[in-house]
DNA sequence: TAGGATTTGTGCGTATGTATT
DNA sequence: TAATACATACGCACAAATCCT
């Protein structure tokens, strides 16, 4: 009999995985912001690998949208005006409704527990609002949420706009005045009325409150961004 | 003064662009069927680079959901089983609505020609049916047709989804018995059908005609593919 | 069970492109 | 305009993983 230990995986998948998650995440979480150039031989040095793999990761964030490298000249954090950003929100909304109605998947004890305590999670956060953390928890949310849909090219495609937008949401509210710690009470609201219909079985009604609030953020991010004057400073 | 010589551009950008959508088109044609190994040396040989730049391209076609490489194995063309498919097929039916819905966009004199003279193109091929030629036809007309909306994120991913599932249909259609000459002139009459309504400035018609012919094709897929037995011999 | 053949993954030196002085 | 600094892109040798004999 031999053992089965349980040896930590650090295949070359795990590695690309892991630094590819790591990337993204703090791409999205606005450690490295809209126009941040990278170092691969940093970037590199931090994981403990030779450029190889890692360039291998940039690739991959690049097609992604999230990266743009240039020869010579260095690899950038992406940024996104404004009209493009309404495109992307304008998509995401009609996506956000066939959430609702492609394969429905009323959630699972699992998914249940995991969303009743990010609702916690997000009520705590309120009482000591703090812009990144929302962004983590903004970011768990939605992924978990997309599990209300069986039909897997819709997640993937879901998440991916999501990650897109994500940053640029986070950057508009650090510029702009916007209340991080209303924005967190609306939030932590959105979450218990898409729990209320989950509860019930009413996948669609999630999706479409979901959908709403998707193009209520965006409306409340153009107007504090085109119309900034309009705000009280 | 000096001359500006219309130089052939071979950039790091434009080699890569160039073997992508070489070895993308030989996917989805089916000159590299699902299973298929690709080797990194033979292509890298056949491109004139190192296996360095070709890897990244192979990444690339990776993330698209084109390929699989597996660490001491190797890389593989990917096969998609028939529910996966379908779940493909619904979210691309939602979005070929979506195209007329979204940012509707009348053709332009240059698009309206080119879909005018593919029309041709595959009234002439019905004479002399051919699959691959089909296949490369099929694929213009697609590109060509998500210009009807002005959504570049709605165009990507149709583009994409539409990529992914390609060659599944071309491969069952060599699978069974499917006439490759009725399904061409099925999608000629599709092509005028669309046309028709595009000269009238009907996106949203013509979105529709195309949601119709997408919902068919893989109706007539699942029926030849599914009950073979059904189908005379 | 072991070992060799084959394939992808990695490390590193060098080439090439860009911006600045 | 030329030279220098520094970034990404590339080529190759080797390591690691898998498969088959």
């Given amino acids: 009999m031999t053992f089965a ?14 630094m590819h998650t790591i990337l993204r995440d703090r791409i999205c979480l606005l450690d490295y912001p809209p126009g941040t150039r990278l170092s691969e031989e940093e970037l590199a040095a931090e994981f403990g690998t030779s450029r190889t ?29 404004i009209e493009a950003l309404e495109q992307t929100y304008q998509l995401r909304m009609e996506l956000a409704e066939l959430l609702g109605i492609l394969g429905p998947n009323p959630p699972d004890p699992t998914l249940w527990q995991r969303l009743q305590s990010l609702s916690t999670e997000v009520r ?29 090219p819709l997640r993937e495609i879901c998440e991916r706009l999501f990650l897109q937008t994500a940053r640029i949401w986070l950057k508009s509210m650090a510029a702009s005045r916007i209340d991080v710690g209303a924005e967190v009470r609306i939030f932590a609201d959105e979450i218990d009325e898409v729990l209320r219909a989950l509860a019930i079985g009413d996948v669609r009604s999630a999706a479409l409150i979901h959908r709403a609030h998707i193009s209520m953020s965006f409306t409340r991010m153009r107007l504090a961004v085109i119309e900034p004057r309009l705000q009280p400073q």
Avoid at 7 to 16: G, M, N
Avoid at 129 to 151: C, K, Q, V, W, Y
């Fill in 53 to 81: 793999p890692l360039r291998r990761v940039l690739v991959r964030l690049e097609s992604e949208g999230l990266l743009q490298s240039v020869h010579g000249v260095g690899t950038f954090v992406t940024d996104v005006d």
């Fill in 5 to 18: 230990p349980a040896e930590v995986p650090h295949s070359a998948r795990d590695r690309f995985d892991r």
């Fill in 124 to 152: 705590t956060l309120a009482e000591h609002p703090d812009a990144r953390r929302f962004g983590e928890l903004n970011m768990e949310f939605f992924h978990e949420f997309h599990g209300i849909t069986s039909n897997l």
